[in-house]
């Protein structure tokens, strides 16, 4: 069973308000993350929110997903990892595999998610690539919890796909270099 991990808890201090609640095809940028994770085979579904939280759960507190509070956001991405596998663990003793997913990402499909959960046969880490790179959203098999329960500061999970280089399987995903990190950004993914 695959879980997924949607890190929300940043405080969009480049765009100057809460990205996850700018809308985009009539629903917030963390509504859509969610019901495209919803349409996918993956369980359970966990939201990590942070910076924000009072403005952001009540758009979401409908939805059937399990959202959980990072009280340690400031220090960056990584807190929200680790609270996300603690979490994703607690659920099911079933879990084999977890997928760590950004709200930022507007054009993640479906379809997509399910095919980094299907392709986990050929590799420990399925990553999408994109832009010369890769990156989220990515797969971890649960051999890797333990390490993603380490990481510190701001740092995301690149650090290892870098370490482990050997063990990463790429999927093309090209749509993945649009995020939403600007005013710019936004107003591109609206035209």
């Not at 986990?120 to 999408?128: D, F, H, Q, R, T």
């Amino acid at each position: 069973m695959t879980g997924l991990v949607i890190l929300a808890a940043g405080a969009s201090t480049r765009l100057g308000k809460p990205k996850q609640n700018l809308i985009y095809q009539n629903n917030t940028l963390l509504q859509r993350a969610i019901e495209t994770c919803l349409a996918s085979i993956c369980r359970p579904i966990i939201v990590i929110l942070g910076a924000n939280a009072e403005v952001i759960r009540p758009t979401i507190e409908t939805l059937p997903v399990h959202i959980f509070y990072n009280n340690g956001w400031q220090e960056g991405m990584a807190s929200s990892i680790r609270l996300g596998i603690a979490e994703l663990q607690k659920f099911e003793s079933a879990i084999t595999s977890a997928i760590l997913m950004l709200c930022d990402q507007p054009l993640i499909s479906t379809s997509l998610l399910n095919e980094l959960v299907h392709a986990k046969e050929k590799k420990g880490i399925i990553a999408s690539a994109y832009n010369d790179t890769i990156g989220a959203p990515v797969l971890f098999d649960a051999k890797y919890f333990d390490e993603l329960s380490l990481l510190t500061g701001a740092e995301g999970a690149k650090k290892l796909l870098a370490k482990y280089p050997g063990n990463v399987h790429a999927i093309a995903f090209p749509l993945g270099g649009v995020d939403i990190d600007t005013v710019e950004d936004y107003m591109e993914l609206s035209k």
